[in-house]
């Protein structure tokens, strides 16, 4: 029963940390400010998580985690390969803004946190990795695709979308993302996997 209460306040303490960062900054938060959207005393927040630090790492992996599990499930389904493709990368693009909210990112915001995105991604981008090596795996066996080297491919289209995403929020001061530019990069991030499929597919698939 301790434990689960502990695990109920420390989600409790995350997701308030995770509207905080998303609505002012990394770099603007402060752990009295998460402490009071909670009603917590700021000794207690600090049994949970000694620093900011440690709360921000332990919301980015949150959302990693909750995005893995929705991947799996992507992966589980019956559909077809080129389906769960672009299932798996719309939930991408969702884990991508989510993230990018999160520290804000204009300059100092981008500083403060890349250390720990560079460190929580090594593990992260590997299981990336294998879930779309499987999907292509899967449609070569089932005849779908017709390719020779997934993890080549694998790791070839997880470059394009990085680098997608670094197009639309790394260069950009965290005001000018408004609406249109993440319909831009929701339309260029489709509109190249679909053109990856129709490349690897025997027959065109219009109903992408």
Not at 75 to 81: F, K, T, V
Not at 119 to 131: G, I, N
Not at 194 to 199: A, E, Q, S
């Amino acid at each position: 029963m301790e434990n689960k209460l502990s695990r109920d306040k420390e989600e409790l303490i995350l997701h308030a940390a995770q509207r905080r960062f998303a609505a002012y900054s990394y770099s603007k938060v402060t752990m009295d400010e998460i402490a009071d959207d909670i009603g917590m005393a700021k000794a207690s927040l600090y049994y949970y998580f000694p620093t900011k630090e440690a709360i921000f790492r332990s919301v980015v992996q949150y959302e990693q985690e909750e995005f893995l599990a929705r991947a799996k499930e992507v992966l589980a389904n019956s559909s077809l390969a080129s389906h769960k493709m672009v299932e798996y990368v719309q939930l991408r693009m969702k884990l991508t803004e989510r993230l990018s909210n999160l520290s804000q990112i204009h300059q100092q915001g981008w500083h403060d946190v890349k250390p720990i995105f560079n460190e929580l991604f090594k593990t992260f981008v590997q299981h990336e990795l294998q879930y779309v090596i499987q999907i292509l795996h899967e449609g070569r066996k089932s005849g779908e695709f017709h390719l020779e080297e997934p993890k080549k491919i694998a790791s070839m289209i997880l470059h394009v979308l990085q680098g997608l995403h670094l197009r639309f929020f790394r260069g950009y001061d965290q005001q000018a993302i408004n609406e249109s530019d993440h319909e831009l990069f929701e339309h260029e991030t489709l509109l190249f996997v679909n053109t990856i499929l129709h490349g690897v597919c025997k027959k065109s698939k219009r109903d992408l």
